[in-house]
């Protein structure tokens, strides 16, 4: 596999927001949720020993629900590593089969891996021909040319709407049933052939009309959304005090539930009206957003300019401030 695996986003920014809670704690426990090509945890790994080169050992689990990702994985990193294929949506199982109470540091960082998207046999890209698979992990699950054998126009409007923020959704959908693609190739020629002639021209010749179909049959194959909420329910209260959770999204719909979620977290009680109690003698909130990540933070200009699929990335940082 080429070192092309993937390149990983704002990895400065990771080290930074997580190392702080690494190098306080007495066992240090980190947690990439999302191992991919293993280049945030090779980062994160690094940062660490240059902060605390005397430090206790530090314990690093690495999950994906794709194999090849872990296959790339074991080629790069030590092998203490404990790598574990497995959906983040399982992230409570795999601590407690690893004997881990709560993590001092968790990252995810969420969608595709550039290798999934450019390895035209596993069904993700409009660029290749082949099966219509779309799956992270092929091993289970239902494949997208699966999905589109027998799902109705309204429900495929309703994913395209949802997840692909596509504006002509009914008119593709119609067009996809009718036909019922197995292959990128005839659905990228499908969606093309439907779009109507101002949406083309809106998105011009930078932005492949079928751009949109993917995302959105990506992310509903990949229960994509469902995945986040389990991981966004169950990763807080994983960490260990002092701990920090990381999460770098790609689109608006798993930032806004990023987002949401964090400031659910994080909301202080409003004492009730009328009565004499003030806010400091309420309870405070057991999670804090560290500060300088209120907007999240964000790739600079030379990082887009090296990597353009940057562009979107945002991380969003919680911290664990009380039992
Ligand atoms: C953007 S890549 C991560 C790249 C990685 N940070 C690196 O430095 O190479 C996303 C990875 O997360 C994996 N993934 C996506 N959703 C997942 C989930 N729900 N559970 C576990 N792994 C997931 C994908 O298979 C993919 O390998």
Do not use: W
Request: with cysteine.
């Amino acid at each position: 596999m080429s070192s092309e695996f993937h390149r990983p986003v704002l990895v400065r920014e990771v080290c930074e927001a997580l190392t702080p809670a690494l190098v306080r704690a007495e066992a240090p426990v980190f947690v990439d949720a999302t191992c991919g090509g293993a280049g945030h945890t090779l980062a994160v790994l690094a940062a660490y020993a240059a902060a605390r080169p005397d430090g206790p050992k530090l314990r690093a689990i690495a999950l994906d629900r794709d194999e090849e990702a872990l296959a790339e994985a074991r080629q790069k990193v030590p092998a203490d590593v404990e790598l574990v294929h497995s959906s983040f949506r399982h992230l409570p199982a795999v601590l407690e089969a690893a004997g881990v109470a709560a993590a001092t540091a968790i990252l995810a960082d969420l969608g595709v891996s550039s290798h999934q998207l450019d390895t035209g046999a596993r069904g993700f890209s409009f660029q290749a021909d082949a099966p219509l698979d779309m799956r992270m992990d092929p091993s289970r699950g239902m494949s997208a040319s699966q999905l589109l054998a027998d799902i109705s126009v309204g429900e495929l409007t309703r994913i395209l709407r949802d997840y692909g923020e596509e504006t002509d959704a009914s008119r593709i959908a119609t067009a996809i049933v009718a036909v019922r693609p197995t292959t990128t190739g005839v659905l990228a020629k499908v969606v093309a052939a439907a779009m109507s002639a101002p949406q083309r021209r809106k998105l011009g010749l930078r932005i492949h009309p079928a751009t949109r179909t993917f995302q959105a049959l990506r992310i509903r194959v990949n229960d994509e959304l469902g995945e986040l909420d389990a991981l966004l329910s169950a990763a807080p209260e994983r960490l260990q005090v002092g701990g920090r959770l990381g999460i770098i999204t790609f689109h608006s719909l798993e930032d806004r539930a990023t987002k949401q979620r964090f400031s659910a977290l994080t909301r202080a009680e409003q004492p009730p009206p009328g009565l004499p109690i003030a806010a400091r003698d309420l309870p405070q909130p057991r999670f804090v957003v560290p500060a300088g990540y209120r907007q999240g933070a964000a790739p600079g200009d030379a990082e887009v300019a090296a990597n353009p699929r940057s562009r979107s990335s945002r991380l969003r940082v919680v911290e664990r401030a009380l039992p």
